[in-house]
């Protein structure tokens, strides 16, 4: 598994061309490329973020060792390293221009992307390697057509008189010219960007698993708030969830405190066991102004914080017990304000209501990814 995580099999796919010389086989840019590859994979391989944890994808190890060879196309497993790769790379040429092969993968690689729901934006970084004179794909310029900036391995300003990249013939490994510094550049790029998609696709994947659990048969875990004045209802709502084959946090209502310290440890607490919980239910009974509290401080404030401890969508309703008393015009208004659905349990089975509600909030979650 790749460093990125799902749905990532790879988070480097390095993809260039380097010709051939007709009655001679592989041009001499082979033999740079390959050693540029050589010194990329050293200096990601001892970056201390990320080190041997990279999972790296060239696509020389499934190619003909002399080169390009035009009748073969990609077969589904190549389609698939490709396709699973977090960025791609590119060795910019003429040569890597007019390559089918290379086409074939770059278009592979963006189609797998959109497939996945991702965009291909920030996530493909050009070494340009040799100046070139056809133009450059679609993805690989911005919006008013011009290449992207890239990292260049040649002197621009003698490129007409000798355009071969730095280095030539062969990068050497203990070097400290000009073409170390654009390798270490395009490496720290690649490190800010690595680690801003982990973030992306942990968050995804995180996302992901919460609406798989929501909108399971049966399962979810439910924080129930009653308080403890409200043992009764309390008690009620839990056996009814738990025959419906909830599992419902914490063991017993929750404390009201007049003591301001008592009362922190007791959100404390709430806010702990929320953040392991999949959904929090709040209890409506005929105390409209403790439901009115509850709304606010559990229902907005307690979620909020449980949601930054834990990173997940845990959506709230309020369990209706009483109807018409509490379920006025302008609370249902507030509700609706503070993201909390109303759910009516005056009616029986209301428990189907609550799952049909977690399916619901399954979609919305999926929606968010």
Known sequence: MSYVGKPFEYDL??????????????SPLKRWSDGFIRELESELRVHP?????????????????QGLDPTTGLTEQLRADIGGAAVLQVLMSDHYLKSQWCADERD???RKQTELGLTHDQRIVIARVWPTSDPWPAPFVDERGNPLVGFCFYDKERAELRPQPYEWPSPDPTSKGPFREQLLDLIGWLWRKIEMLKARMDERNRAQKDAATLAADAGQVLYLHGRVEHTAAWQKANEALSAKGFTVLPGEPD???????????????????????????????RDGRALDADLVVVGRQDRQSARAFSNRYLPCGLLDTVGDPIA???????????????????????TADVQQWLTQKSAVAERSI
Not at 49 to 65: C, I
Not at 258 to 268: C, E, H, I
């Open 49 to 65: 973020k990320f080190g041997r944890d990279l999972v790296l994808f060239f696509d020389d190890h499934h190619r003909p060792a």
């Open 108 to 110: 592979w690689w963006l």
């Open 13 to 26: 796919f390095v993809s260039y061309s380097h010709g051939t010389i007709e009655g001679a086989g592989p």
């Open 328 to 350: 006025t015009a302008e609370r249902r208004k507030a509700a609706r304000g503070l993201q909390v659905d109303w759910i009516d349990s005056t009616r029986e089975p209301w």
């Open 255 to 285: 404390p009201v405190d007049a003591d301001p310290s008592t009362a922190q440890q007791t959100r404390r607490r709430r806010v702990e066991t929320m953040s392991g919980c999949d959904a929090l239910l709040l209890l409506g009974t």
